[in-house]
């Protein structure tokens, strides 16, 4: 479609004879492309993060809910299975190739978001990529060498995906102070808190484990009790996790510093999965403009 742009341009006439001056308008219209709203898919949408996202990117400016993929509630209202008060007459499906086929016919700009498992996300961003679609991954325990292949796959289909470790914005920015402090701090341990024992120790710590151990340095030289069980489990060049595990815990990961007479210690709490959605509304606007693949939210922050 194309919106009618139209300007009032003030002419002025110069009469040789009487010395005075006449001002008529003329009017020049042009054409211009109206910028339609990025069509959304979310895979994974019955899950409790799927169906954030589903009223994230409803109630969201420049895009909007295209398509609903899972295996539950297949063939009722994602709308209402999000509690929402009118239905999005969108359907769940269990079928992602006939989803995005359907909406390819539109031709469209449109992203998929991923929320499934580590041993589906490649197949899944293919079948993106295949129907010219651009793709956001949300998989905390994706293997790295799965995004090798996905960045080797994307760099050979000039498609955009983006691989997000994590979604949150304080997240982000702890794991950004934690590698400030590592300059001037030897002694480092991380402790998080999780409602339940899966996937321990959690993305969260194994990536700033890794952050910190690729700057090339190595942590907790004097503390000869690494072989003790209980001084947590030992990630990257000598960081320690631990992790406490109790029902109604919020999601929590603390960075503790140490150096001569001081402890510097970063927090960050997880109350609510709504704390991914400024990240994903985010993680969506940036991917469209992608030709590659690019692994980390904290790229466009």
């Avoid at 409790?48 to 539950?72: K, L, S």
């Avoid at 003790?228 to 029902?247: C, K, M, T, Y």
Wanted: net charge neutral; hydrophobic share 45%; charged share 15%.
């Amino acid at each position: 479609m194309a919106a009618l742009s139209c300007h009032f341009h003030p002419i002025n006439y110069l009469n040789s004879h009487k010395f005075n001056r006449r001002i008529k308008h003329s009017i020049s219209c042009s054409a211009q492309p109206i910028q339609s709203n990025i069509k959304v898919v979310i895979n994974g949408a019955a899950k409790e993060i799927g169906r954030a996202a589903i009223v994230a990117v409803t109630n969201a400016r420049g895009m909007e809910v295209a398509g609903a993929v899972d295996t539950c509630h297949v063939g009722e209202d994602i709308g209402q299975v999000c509690g929402m008060e009118e239905p999005l007459e969108i359907p769940i499906l269990n079928d992602l190739t006939m989803v995005l086929g359907s909406i390819s016919q539109s031709k469209a700009t449109a992203v998929v978001v991923d929320f499934t498992d580590p041993s589906s996300v490649y197949d899944n961003v293919k079948q993106a990529t295949a129907f010219g679609m651009k793709s956001v991954v949300y998989v905390p325990r994706i293997k790295l060498d799965t995004v090798a292949a996905l960045s080797a796959f994307c760099e050979k289909a000039s498609m955009g995906v983006l691989v997000a470790p994590t979604l949150s914005i304080g997240s982000i920015l702890l794991q950004q102070a934690a590698i400030s402090a590592s300059f001037h701090y030897r002694n480092v341990e991380i402790v998080e808190s999780k409602p339940n024992a899966n996937d321990l120790p959690s993305a969260e710590a194994n990536q700033i484990a890794n952050n910190l151990s690729n700057l090339g340095q190595i942590y907790n030289r004097e503390d000869s009790s690494t072989d003790v069980l209980a001084r947590g489990q030992v990630l990257g060049d000598g960081i320690r996790v631990h992790s406490l595990v109790l029902p109604g815990l919020p999601s929590s990961t603390t960075v503790h510093f140490s150096g001569l007479g001081e402890i510097y210690s970063i927090k960050h709490d997880i109350t609510d999965v709504q704390c991914l959605m400024p990240g994903l509304l985010l993680a969506i606007r940036k991917v469209v403009r992608l030709k590659n693949l690019v692994y980390g939210l904290e790229k466009f922050l």
